[in-house]
């Protein structure tokens, strides 16, 4: 259990390796590492505070959420949706 949460982690971790942002750079240009970058934010940061006051206000079973949010990996879906969106809001036809 351990290796795998450790492995969990280190994978979250490559997302913001240099190497990782410059080829996001050249794919989809800054508006697409504007959205990497961001849904990582949204999920390792905002997520857990969300359960966090969701624990203390509505109820304490919130608080195994918190975890979770920092496990589960939701990249691979969120951003493609995001970018898609982004594309039909700028009317473009630059492909992911």
């Known amino acids: 259990m351990y290796e795998w949460v450790k492995c969990r982690f280190q994978h979250k971790l490559e997302h913001l390796s240099k ?10 240009g800054i508006p697409l590492l504007v959205i990497f970058v961001g849904w990582e934010i949204i999920e ?7 359960f966090l006051w969701l624990g203390k206000n509505v109820h304490p079973i919130f608080y195994g959420a918190i975890p979770v949010s920092w496990l589960l990996c939701l990249h691979w879906l969120m951003v ?4 898609g969106a982004w594309m039909k809001l700028r009317n473009g036809s630059q492909k992911f």
């Not at 190497?19 to 989809?28: A, F, H, V, Y």
């Not at 493609?80 to 970018?83: C, F, M, Y």
Request: hydrophobic share 50%; no cysteine.
């Open 44 to 50: 390792d940061v905002l997520f857990p505070v969300a």
């Open 80 to 83: 493609p949706i995001l970018w």
């Open 19 to 28: 190497q990782e942002l410059k080829d996001s750079i050249i794919r989809g």
